[in-house]
Structure formats: C-alpha cells, structure tokens
Antibody
Framework: EVQLAESGGGLVKPEGSLRLSCAAS????????MNWVRQAPGKGLEWVSY????????YYADSVKGRFTISRDNAKSSLYLQMNSLRADDTAIYYC???????????WGQGNLVTVSS | QSALTQPASVSGSPGQSITISCTGT?????????VSWYQQHPGKAPRLMIY???NRPSWISNRFSGSKSGNTASLTISGLQAEDEADYYC???????????FGGGTKLTVL
C-alpha cells in the first residue's frame, strides 16, 4: 500500500524557517516524480513545487520561488521542503503528492499544518 | 483568486446527474489535455478522480466522467450517491511560469 507521511509542520514566526519532510513507503520512491501542494484554511488547493525522479528537474510556483527549496533523498525514500522567509499567507496544510508536473497526483499524504504567526 | 474558475456549489438528488465546470484559458485548459479532477471530503486529503481530461484511475467508479470543450473542462457524476458529497477541484498544466493551477473548488451537496 502506498503511504506518504508528512512531518515537520507547526507554528513559526513571520520571516522564520521550517523544513517539512515526507516519508514514502509501499512503492519504489526513486521511480516517481513528487510534488508539494498546499491548502490554506478553508481555501482551495495550490500547487507549490515539483521534483523529478532523480532530482534534476525542479519547479516552483511563483508565490514561493526564491523562498522554498524542494529536495529528495531516494536512499531514504524521503521528500523535503525547506521553507524560508515565511509569511502569513504561507499558512496552510502542506501535502506531499506523488505524480507528474501535469497535475496528475495519484497518491497524497495526510497533510501537515504550517502556521505562520507572531 | 484561482487561475481556473469553478462554480462555488452544485447540488443534486440521489440518482440524478450533475456536471461541474472548470473554465480556464488557452494557456491551460484549452491548450493541453492535462486536466485532472480531485475529490476532497472534509478533513481528508484530495483523491484523484479523473486525469488527462477524461481518463479514470482503475479504482474510480465509472459514474465519474470528464470532458473538455475549448477552454472549459467538465466533471459529470451520474447516479448521485450520498458519499459523493464533497468538494471537487479541477487542475491543469499551464504554460505560464507557475506550471500547475487549480480551480477554487466546488462544493457538491447531495440533497
């Protein structure tokens, strides 16, 4: 069974940093593209970032470009999102999602809440 | 404001059919056959229902179908059931600098 489990969220002050992790199991992690998608409280979905199977191709939404960094460790079957210069409008549930940049996400984690507030 | 436009809500009675629209531009929905649909129940993660406009994952009921005409994609649910009540989001690849965009979501109420 495919499982994705996010961790690392919590409360952080504006301009602070946080690193999210996503532990994958039940499939060959190194064979799959991965993404981060977020959802602000009571709002819709927003694609955040994409990384290819080997990590050589990486893309970001304009809203996080220059502040967030996606990475992966295939040996550990793990996906990461380093978030710097956090703002109040980054407050959201962050999901890791398996799938292509073509917005075909076939498996999702349970989500991890990040709250940016002073 | 979301890049793709969906109605805020739709409703239908059990057994009926409903259609949710998703309107974009030639840079996204109209330009590529990479439209997907997700179902999200309260407090749960989204679930893929339709991909590449009209393809259905093997685990999804054939009551769910997708289509596209011009810049508007549509999700149709036939034979409505109580468990279909959820939020539905469309998403599309886009040639803009942000490579993926979603709609604002549609709340489906089964009366």
């Amino acid at each position: 069974e495919v499982q994705l489990a996010e961790s690392g969220g919590g409360l952080v002050k504006p301009e602070g940093s946080l690193r999210l992790s996503c532990a994958a199991s039940g499939f060959s992690f190194s064979d799959y593209e991965m993404n981060w998608v977020r959802q602000a409280p009571g709002k819709g979905l927003e694609w955040v970032s994409y990384i290819s199977e080997s990590g050589t191709s990486i893309y970001y939404a304009d809203s996080v470009k220059g502040r967030f960094t996606i990475s992966r460790d295939n040996a550990k079957s793990s996906l990461y999102l380093q978030m710097n210069s956090l703002r109040a409008d980054d407050t959201a549930i962050y999901y890791c999602a398996r799938g292509s940049i073509l917005l075909l996400f076939d498996s999702w984690g349970q989500g991890n809440l990040v709250t940016v507030s002073s | 404001q979301s890049a793709l436009t969906q109605p805020a809500s739709v409703s239908g009675s059990p057994g009926q059919s409903i259609t949710i629209s998703c309107t974009g531009t030639s840079s996204d929905v109209g330009g590529y056959n990479y439209v997907s649909w997700y179902q999200q129940h309260p407090g749960k993660a989204p679930r893929l229902m339709i991909y590449d406009v009209s393809n259905r994952p093997s685990w999804i009921s054939n009551r769910f179908s997708g289509s596209k005409s011009g810049n508007t994609a549509s999700l149709t649910i036939s034979g409505l059931q109580a468990e279909d009540e959820a939020d539905y989001y469309c998403g599309s690849y886009t040639s803009n600098s942000t490579l993926g965009v979603f709609g604002g979501g549609t709340k489906l109420t089964v009366l």
